[in-house]
């Protein structure tokens, strides 16, 4: 409707409606668009034509401090919009088209901070966390200026444009984005494990930008002429620059750079992480002047921000049985998770893994490359809801909307956390990232968070209820698929059930049915062992060790009942303990217990918030070591002094010249 339409209608109702329809119908363009994770720059800032109608109107449901909210959410987005608008940037208007119809209405923060530099020339070094565009951010302003050249591509001519990448799959998702966003650029992928043929049909056919997953395919390629090349892209910068890869990255790049000459190419350097070394490496690539774009600088989180960083203390021996509740629990049967493993062994056992009611593909090296494209196709579409993968899918795929990553053991880098943790939470999504340790790994968990900037909330498995929570949502999830017409044949079944039964009964029989959910195992929150039941006993004052708990429990329970307590651990600030107890000896602790006016037993419904074990101080049960112990728990005696610590119960005081305790049994139900 445009502006004249107002002057000509003049019933006032009617008017009204058609501008509440207007203003409908904005409102849902901008949900949608905010569900593709971005917004329409256009939609906020129109300016409708004045007239008397149209001026909002103050309604009993819409408050005056909700009407000022919404305002200022309206004013927060026009300003993200404004600095990101497609009308700052020298961008053809095909190229819009088509990035709109990726669902990219503006440009993000590190498109914006790159777009010039790439665009006039310059080389950049670019660092931004996961899921923030950095494809997006060489991509675009690389192929409007190849558009803008007016000499038609040739047969035979050398490529142009050079992109590196640590995998395959990266490579193939890089080379699909260019396309996206270009109209008559010759694009192909050089990659090992496929047919060379078609490749090179494409490059003797006319390159302007080639693709390579860089190992031996490119290198061992003689017949690639690489002299030509005006714009070199190093994707994930610091693993492709990583000690294995820089002999060969240098080989393939020999014949396009001559040391100190202004006609070597354009270098654009592109990672989520950046370790000094990577800057030292970079220099013989690059000119001094070059740009330097880091939107993480010093800021203390380097991992993305839309994700939520869990941890569960289990041991290895039970992660293949909790992994299924997991998944169940926070991604349900209708989300997507990535579950990451060291080894390929594990992916393919994990994958076909019968506690993950999910249907489930592993993705490793040892696939087939053909294979891999139509896995991750697949997990794209939403065929199968749960990959299991190395680290093959840690380094910049995008995959959309990943609810969970979940990463089996604590990374061997920060830089590996980062990148797997950063597969969810893309684009402005929230998602949720749990890695799995035990107890002895829980100094490599206080590394990332130092080193990463982020802390890990520790959480238990999830508990019997919580699972049966969330597969009842499923479970009415999957009733809503059912048509109308498969109904009509259950109906005299169901009567039946009902008359048998009760309405109440058979169907909540049903939903256990529906959602796998018919046996549950409760586990314990400290260790995820299954057949233990977590139990805390609160103290109303500060203990000082543990004996104060444990006297209490064989006074009230017996002497013999500390034999069925495991992993008893002091609760935050010492107020109290909480322990294992088996799962059948539950209800004889109830009976036998009384609380007092000190003293509060309950079973625990979460894992609460522990006391951190100073590990290399004296031992409390179970931790004996000397007093400044080294970082592998405090065993050794105390260094520069004639004794050590006093060692608490499973392990003696060290004695001097580093002469530590001795480790006893007991201490083994630390050891999870």
């Not at 409102?27 to 971005?38: L, P, R």
């Not at 990726?102 to 670019?126: C, H, M, W």
């Not at 790049?253 to 800057?279: E, I």
Request: overall charge positive; glycine content about 10%; proline content about 4%.
């Amino acid at each position: 409707m445009n502006g004249n339409s107002y002057d000509i209608e003049t019933p006032k109702q009617k008017t009204g409606g058609d501008a509440e329809k207007k203003k409908k119908k904005q409102k849902k363009s901008i949900t949608e668009a905010e569900i593709n994770g971005h917004s329409d720059p256009n939609t906020p800032v129109q300016t409708p034509v004045q007239t008397p109608i149209q001026t909002p109107i103050q309604t009993p449901l819409q408050s005056s401090e909700e009407s000022a909210s919404d305002s200022e959410k309206e004013t927060e987005e026009t300003l993200e919009q404004k600095e990101g608008a497609f009308s700052n940037f020298r961008i053809s208007d095909v190229t819009i088209g088509k990035l709109k119809a990726r669902g990219v209405s503006y440009l993000f923060d590190i498109q914006v901070k790159t777009f010039n530099p790439v665009f006039d020339g310059e080389d950049v070094i670019a660092q931004a966390r996961t899921g923030t565009g950095k494809t997006f951010s060489f991509a675009i302003p690389l192929v409007e200026k190849l558009q803008g050249d007016s000499v038609p591509p040739t047969r035979g001519r050398a490529p142009k444009v050079l992109v590196l990448t640590p995998t395959r799959e990266l490579a193939i998702q890089v080379a699909k984005d260019f396309k996206d966003v270009s109209k008559r650029l010759s694009i192909t992928c050089f990659y090992g494990g496929s047919s060379y043929n078609p490749q090179r049909k494409s490059y003797f056919s006319g390159l302007t930008i080639l693709y390579g997953f860089e190992r031996k395919h490119l290198k061992n390629n003689n017949k690639l002429d690489l002299s030509k090349l005006k714009h070199v892209v190093l994707d994930e910068v610091d693993q492709m620059l990583d000690m294995g890869f820089t002999e060969q990255v240098e080989e393939i790049l020999s014949t396009s750079y001559d040391k100190d000459s202004d006609s070597n190419p354009q270098t654009l350097l592109f990672s989520a992480t950046c370790p000094p070394w990577v800057y030292d490496v970079a220099k013989k690539y690059m000119r001094p002047e070059c740009k330097h774009v880091d939107l993480i600088g010093k800021k203390t989180s380097k991992a993305s921000t839309t994700v939520e960083h869990l941890a569960i203390a289990c041991h290895w021996s039970q992660r293949a049985a909790v992994l299924g509740d997991v998944i169940q629990v926070y991604s349900g049967s209708h989300g997507r998770t990535i579950v990451f493993c060291e080894t390929k062994k594990d992916a393919n056992e994990l994958s076909m893994n019968a506690s993950i009611k999910q249907s489930a593909q592993s993705l490793h090296g040892d696939i087939p490359q053909k294979q891999r494209e139509i896995t991750l196709k697949g997990f794209r579409n939403g065929t199968f809801e749960v990959l299991v993968a190395t680290n093959v899918a840690a380094r910049g795929l995008d995959i959309p909307e990943v609810d969970l990553v979940v990463q089996c053991s604590p990374p061997k880098d920060v830089e590996s956390y980062i990148h797997r943790s950063g597969r969810t939470g893309r684009a402005g999504r929230t998602g949720v990232c749990i890695c799995f340790y035990q107890r002895k790994e829980e100094d490599q968990l206080r590394y990332v968070e130092n080193k990463a900037g982020l802390t890990f909330r520790r959480v238990g498995v999830p508990t019997a209820n919580d699972i049966i929570k969330s597969s009842s949502k499923d479970a009415v999830r999957f009733l809503d698929s059912v048509p109308v017409t498969a109904v009509e044949y259950f109906r005299a079944s169901a009567e039946k059930l009902i008359e048998e039964r009760g309405a109440v009964d058979a169907l909540a029989a049903a939903l256990a049915h529906i959602s796998g959910a018919t046996s549950l195992e409760q586990r314990s929150l400290l260790n995820s062992d299954a057949g233990y039941t977590t139990m805390q006993l609160v103290c109303s004052q500060e203990m000082h060790n543990l004996g104060y708990a444990w006297r209490s429990i064989k006074e009230q329970l017996g002497e013999e009942f500390e034999n069925h307590i495991k992993g008893m651990t002091f609760l935050k600030g010492k107020m109290g303990v909480c322990f294992d107890v088996p799962s059948d000896k539950v209800k004889e602790v109830q009976d036998n217990w009384s609380d007092c006016r000190r003293w509060q037993l309950t079973v625990a419904t979460e894992l609460p918030v522990l006391e951190e074990k100073q590990f290399s101080n004296r031992g409390d049960r179970g931790f004996g070591g000397g007093n400044r112990g080294d970082r592998r728990g405090g065993f050794r005696g105390g260094r520069g002094r004639s004794f050590g610590g006093s060692g608490g119960r499973g392990g003696g005081g060290g004695y001097g010249n580093n002469r530590g305790g001795h480790k006893r049994n007991f201490s083994q139900a630390f050891d999870y």
